[in-house]
């Protein structure tokens, strides 16, 4: 398999919507990742998706609304998290549980058009956390979302991609190029003028 890439967060935007309307228009009063590892009971209703403003001043990317929905991570038998990676519905009970087990079916090659980024480096199992759902990357409520994401290596930076999520070379889930025809589309990569 090919060597990853990366692509930075100036570039990305996920479909909102995805998660239905948004229900908070602020963020939550200890932020979006108050604790490291989560939370061990959930401090908001799971599914809660919070719209926010990013002003793009300064070191916060891209001007545009971000939304993060609250929802409740397993480690999918011990693989662990990291910022800025995908995590996609693992659970056929619990719709409101995401993980990162590159391996599990829910990753094939149509992609999940539930996919959404983590926020937070060592989310603990079961733990409920914020995780980045739709528009611009959250830059000036969450530090480290700016920057590169991983991806594979099917990028080029003149050309408009559909982002859909599959499997990358380094055993983790990333943001792939989407053909748009049989894969699950969550966002685009905008051109870099060349």
Not at 73 to 96: C, H, I, N, Q, R
């Amino acid at each position: 398999m090919a060597t990853d890439k990366t692509l930075d967060s100036n570039r990305l935007f996920l479909l909102p919507g995805r998660f239905g309307p948004a229900k908070m228009f602020k963020p939550p009063r200890d932020g979006f990742v108050p604790l490291a590892a989560g939370n061990t009971e959930a401090m908001f209703r799971p599914g809660t998706v919070c719209q926010v403003y990013n002003n793009g001043a300064g070191a916060y990317g891209i001007e545009g609304f971000s939304e993060l929905v609250y929802l409740q991570y397993d480690d999918g038998g011990g693989f662990t998290s990291a910022a800025k990676e995908v995590s996609v519905p693992g659970s056929d009970t619990l719709w409101f549980q995401v993980q990162n087990d590159h391996d599990d079916g829910t990753v094939d090659a149509t992609g999940n058009p539930h996919a959404v980024v983590t926020l937070s480096a060592a989310l603990a199992d079961t733990n409920f956390a914020w995780f980045w759902c739709g528009g611009v990357s959250p830059e000036q409520y969450v530090t480290g979302m700016g920057g590169t994401f991983q991806t594979d290596n099917s990028f080029a930076n003149t050309t408009d991609l559909n982002l859909a999520c599959g499997k990358l070379s380094a055993d983790t889930i990333g943001l792939i190029a989407g053909d748009g025809a049989t894969e699950a589309h969550i966002g685009m990569a905008l051109a870099i003028a060349s």
